[in-house]
């Protein structure tokens, strides 16, 4: 009995986030408990929307969407949503990646894949470093993208015009080809759908573009299983957002100098990290993974010496 009690005070931490992982995805996916109980939530939409989180604007269960969506949709209209792009920043600022990891359904589907017991892999730090890069450069090209589009909807200057038009898909939902959301909500139910109503493949082979990235999306949801979070970690585009921003909030993590016996004689919260964070190279006031920590605390809950603290301030 006393065995049973520690182990589960040895997992508190965990028991805690997946509770709340299952309440956040049913609460964002609302249209379920809509059918369910034959009830109307649509007054959730409004703080969906603000919430910072990846959630396709097109996903059937939901009507609300992140506020990245909704910035970059704003941009696509010409118009800069300063007050939106100030809530986010004071979103980080006071609860740094909490969202990506406690709340976000996308990181609650990969958290689930990771349950899966396999032996976790790591990658090469240099290559793990490289990676990284990836999702700063997405941002950069939407934003590329996304500016002349606002142009074009201010201006209707003609070579705008053009461009739009010119761009097709990418044009009229650029988030939604780097949104894991949208391929898990939108277009693998939707291709089930014309799947069993035509009775044929065909519609896997209708648009190759939109097949390709498919196929990288379901290779990515299968390497999760390995390697956690893989998405969050190099492809999210709220993630490069945020990690820019996690420095300077004001919730971080701290390791304590008397406690830590560093990574020779222990070095279990690396090992653990889903997110191949290096927090032992980081300095002991703080450390937010150089931005890539969601505060998923597993780090804090296996640390043998108790030495991982919550920092505020
Ligand atoms: S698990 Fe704790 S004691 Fe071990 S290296 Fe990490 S912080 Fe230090
Ligand atoms: S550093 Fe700790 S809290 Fe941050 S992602 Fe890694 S295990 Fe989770």
Aim: with cysteine.
């Amino acid at each position: 009995m006393k065995i049973k009690r520690f182990k589960i005070r040895n997992h508190l931490i965990t028991i805690y986030r997946r509770i709340i992982q299952i309440l956040s995805f049913i609460l964002i996916n609302y249209v379920i408990l809509e059918i369910i109980f034959s009830i109307n939530l649509i007054a959730l939409d409004g703080f969906l929307k603000v919430l910072p989180i990846l959630n396709s604007p097109r996903n059937q269960l939901s009507n609300g969407t992140g506020i990245l969506e909704i910035i970059f949709f704003s941009l696509t209209r010409g118009i800069i949503p300063i007050f939106l792009v100030g809530i986010l920043i004071v979103i980080i600022l006071l609860t740094n990646r909490f969202f990506c990891g406690w709340i976000c359904p996308i990181g609650t589907i990969q958290d689930v894949c990771a349950a899966i017991p396999t032996n976790k892999r790591t990658l090469k730090i240099s290559t793990h470093k490289s990676l990284l890069k990836i999702k700063y450069v997405i941002v950069i090209f939407l934003v590329i993208i996304l500016v002349p589009l606002g142009i074009t909807a201010l201006v209707n200057y003609p070579f705008f015009l053009q461009y739009r038009d010119n761009l097709g898909d990418l044009g009229s939902r650029p988030l939604a080809f780097f949104s894991l959301s949208e391929y898990i909500f939108v277009f693998f139910p939707n291709l089930i759908e014309q799947i069993i109503q035509t009775s044929s493949l065909a519609p896997i082979f209708s648009n190759l573009l939109v097949f390709f990235i498919s196929i990288f999306y379901l290779i990515l949801i299968i390497l999760s299983v390995w390697y956690p979070r893989i998405y969050c970690r190099y492809f999210c585009p709220f993630a490069a957002v945020a990690s820019v921003m996690s420095e300077y909030s004001f919730l971080k993590l701290s390791r304590s100098p008397v406690r830590c016996v560093g990574r020779v004689d222990c070095g279990i919260c690396e090992k653990v990290c889903p997110k191949q964070i290096r927090m032992l190279d980081e300095p002991f006031e703080f450390f937010t993974g150089k931005g890539e920590c969601n505060l998923c605390l597993r780090c804090k809950e296996k640390c043998p010496y108790k030495a991982i603290d919550i920092k505020v301030g």
